[in-house]
């Protein structure tokens, strides 16, 4: 899968135009969906040199995105401008998504299981339901 990520508010806290700390389990997750397989893009608001700072921190912690602000590697985007700016993307992890932004290990698991976040909290929920008590006199 192609999935877009965003960096201030969703892999570190909003800081702009420095760099937050970095919201827990990250980036192990994002390295986690890259060990998968899928295709990581860096989708930000950042341009130029903070954009490349954004990228190198990712880079150091051994984040490595497919493209950044682009839908490929080979992307001219300043050849290409009469193309739409859409990203073409499976899913989107962002802060700024209905209802904020899930745990990172919640995220991996609606990604690796394909569910929704629906689902899990539905799942989530049905596990803390306390089991009801029974009688003594029922065996």
């Known amino acids: 899968m192609t999935i877009a990520v965003d960096f201030d508010g969703t892999i570190v806290e909003h800081r702009y135009p420095k760099i937050g700390k970095e919201i827990p389990f990250a980036t192990q997750t994002l390295r986690m969906l890259i060990a998968d ?16 700072e954004a990228v190198e921190w990712c880079r150091e912690r051994g ?11 080979e ?12 990203l073409k993307a499976d899913i989107w992890i962002d802060d700024r998504n209905i209802g904020g932004l899930p745990d990172w290990g919640t995220i991996y698991q609606m990604i690796t299981e394909r569910k929704t976040y ?20 029922q065996f």
């Open 63 to 73: 984040i490595e995105f497919y493209a950044v602000n682009k839908d490929f590697p």
């Open 37 to 52: 397989r899928h295709k990581l893009i860096l989708w930000s608001v950042r341009e130029g040199k903070l954009l490349e």
């Open 75 to 86: 992307e001219d985007l300043e050849k290409n401008q009469h193309f739409s700016r859409k």
């Open 118 to 137: 629906e689902q899990v909290l539905t799942e989530r929920m049905a596990l803390d339901e306390p089991k009801p008590k029974k009688k003594w006199w």
